[in-house]
């Protein structure tokens, strides 16, 4: 959907893949990741309202970034098939990131994860920091944050995220730039064990680069997103 910042009225719609998810811009190219069952990326070119669709070699795309020197990164969720009934799982991939030039067709590396990717709630799972060579992912189900550099396409750090007041999962995740300061959403754990409480009140949790716990603070039911402002 295209919508018009002034008037807030829609100017246009265009269809892309089954369950868009993540979108960034390069110029008048839009990029939306699918993360339906075709794994495909849409292109959107703004000029001409025309979309086009590339598919990808990873299952789930999810999120997608684009940093300053206009490069690509592709973060995909990784897939679990599972039988009719629920009651067994008969094929799971894991996360990989995928590494791109200024478009789908300059493919440039790739990573490939030991866990899946993703936050606890769904929703985005990644933040790219203010230099665009940055990028954190989030595994809620390990409660797992990587550091990749988008730069050299390399895997920097996989933190295990621990806490000693029972929190669990991770929806949410922004970077201070300036003050080098990682913000990671967290739930309590519900009565049933190892699960998050989706109904409880979530925690914010503030790291420095060192992914040495400073401090958290209590925040809202079920963490979905984490915006910083000036």
Known sequence: VEVSLKTGSVLNTLEVGTNPEGITG???L????????ENTV??????TSTVTHKQVP???????????????????RGKTVYSADYSEILEQTNGSILFYGSSLDDYKGRIDLEVQLGSTNGTRMGTLDASGKVL????????SVFKIDTESRALVRHVLLV????????????YDSGDKRLYVGRFPKGNAGEFPDFTGSGTVEIYNDAFQLLGDFPAGISISEIILRD
């Open 26 to 28: 390069i110029g008048n």
């Open 30 to 37: 839009v990029y939306v990741a699918n993360s339906g069952p």
């Open 42 to 47: 849409s292109i959107i070119n703004a000029s």
């Open 58 to 76: 990873c299952d789930v795309p999810h999120d997608i970034f684009s940093g300053n020197d206009a490069h690509i990164t592709l973060a995909c």
């Open 136 to 143: 954190f992912l989030t595994s809620g189900s390990s409660n």
């Open 163 to 174: 806490s000693d007041q029972g929190l669990i999962g991770i929806s949410g995740i922004a």
